[in-house]
């Protein structure tokens, strides 16, 4: 007996990263799968974003489990979209039981020398964007009473990040949502919890300007960015972690095994909460 068995999932990023791990990890516990991404770089990261050959392969890899998938193209800011996908995902597969708010993206910036196209980007990707999916699909698991969502938070929704106060603000302000939307749908048999990645290992973090950051100069390669991820976590042996270790938590969360479950954040982050850790920047004057 498989954990989703006969469920359905609308996940949100689903093409690539932490999203495929998500509908993969779905689609083997048995459970249909909605997934709505970009396909064209619309905002503005310094990596780039899925394309519809990452969108192919999520719903290869999906197919391949006996399970199937509509792969929608669209952005998170649009309400309509994520209405769409909400009214085809029902039309198509009977219901939607899961949401997992999962679009993201990041950028880097001193507070006060972000752009406001920066800003708004940041916000409206992922703390907007978390909102009009959570928005899109409650009437229905209101009227069906069940259903769950897993919001991908991350430890900066927990903690500081020098230089991305846009994402730190957004990340703490999905937690907020997330125990609003849980409080606000308990009464209707719907949970609600955000999971808190650490350092994962996506396309997101996997490329040059975050290679040569790690190796504190140009021309840095994937393997120093390897060697930083162990100074990240507290656990022995840990670097930066499998997108498969986020899809196992909301896996989880999204199941029976947490059917009594509402309202919390889990920090999936090898233990990097855990430190307080030291001032690289010495406090001597
Ligand atoms: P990723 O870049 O591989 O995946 C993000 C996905 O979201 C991509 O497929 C991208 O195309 C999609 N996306 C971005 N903007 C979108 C939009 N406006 N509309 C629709 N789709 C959009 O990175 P990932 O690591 O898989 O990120 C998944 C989530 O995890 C994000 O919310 C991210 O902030 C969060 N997170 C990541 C890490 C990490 O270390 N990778 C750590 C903490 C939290």
């Known amino acids: 007996m498989t954990l989703l068995e006969g469920k359905v999932a609308l996940i949100t990023g689903g093409s690539r990263g932490q999203g495929r791990a998500h509908a993969v990890t779905?689609?083997?516990?048995?459970?249909?799968?909605?997934?709505?991404?970009?396909?064209k770089p619309v905002v503005d990261v310094p990596y780039r974003l899925a394309t519809?050959?990452?969108?192919?392969?999520?719903?290869?890899?999906?197919?391949?489990?006996?399970?199937?998938?509509?792969?929608?193209?669209?952005?998170v800011r649009d309400q309509s979209t994520l209405d769409d996908a909400v009214a085809r995902g029902i039309a198509d597969f009977g219901g939607i039981d899961i949401l997992i708010a999962n679009a993201?993206?990041?950028?880097?910036?001193?507070?006060?020398?972000?752009?406001?196209?920066?800003?708004?980007?940041?916000?409206?990707?992922?703390?907007?964007?978390?909102?009009?999916?959570?928005?899109?699909?409650?009437?229905?698991m209101i009227e069906r009473k069940t259903g769950s969502i897993v919001i991908t938070s991350s430890?900066?929704?927990?903690?500081?990040?020098?230089?991305?106060?846009?994402?730190?603000?957004?990340?703490?302000?999905?937690?907020?949502?997330?125990?609003?939307?849980?409080?606000?749908?308990?009464?209707?048999?719907?949970?609600?919890?955000?999971?808190?990645?650490?350092?994962?290992?996506?396309?997101?973090?996997?490329?040059?300007?975050?290679?040569?950051?790690?190796?504190?100069?140009?021309?840095?390669?994937?393997?120093?960015?390897?060697?930083?991820?162990?100074?990240?976590g507290a656990l022995r042996g840990t670097t930066f972690l499998d997108p498969q270790a986020i899809a196992d938590t909301a896996l989880y969360l999204n199941s029976h095994l947490a059917a009594n479950v509402t309202g919390v954040t889990i920090p999936v982050d090898a233990g990097h909460l855990l430190m307080a850790g030291v001032n690289a920047n010495p406090v001597k004057v």
């Open 155 to 232: 430890v900066n929704g927990l903690e500081p990040g020098a230089q991305y106060a846009h994402y730190v603000s957004a990340k703490h302000g999905v937690i907020g949502l997330m125990k609003n939307i849980a409080l606000e749908l308990a009464p209707f048999g719907v949970r609600c919890n955000a999971v808190s990645p650490g350092a994962i290992k996506t396309p997101m973090t996997d490329h040059q300007a975050a290679w040569d950051m790690f190796a504190g100069h140009e021309g840095g390669t994937e393997a120093d960015m390897i060697q930083g991820g162990y100074h990240y």
């Open 104 to 140: 993201g993206i990041w950028t880097q910036g001193n507070f006060w020398e972000l752009t406001e196209q920066q800003w708004d980007e940041m916000i409206g990707v992922n703390l907007t964007g978390v909102w009009k999916a959570a928005k899109a699909v409650t009437p229905h």
């Open 52 to 75: 519809s050959t990452d969108h192919a392969e999520t719903v290869k890899q999906v197919e391949a489990l006996g399970r199937k998938i509509l792969a929608i193209e669209g952005d």
């Open 26 to 39: 779905c689609a083997r516990e048995g459970a249909d799968v909605i997934i709505v991404d970009l396909m």
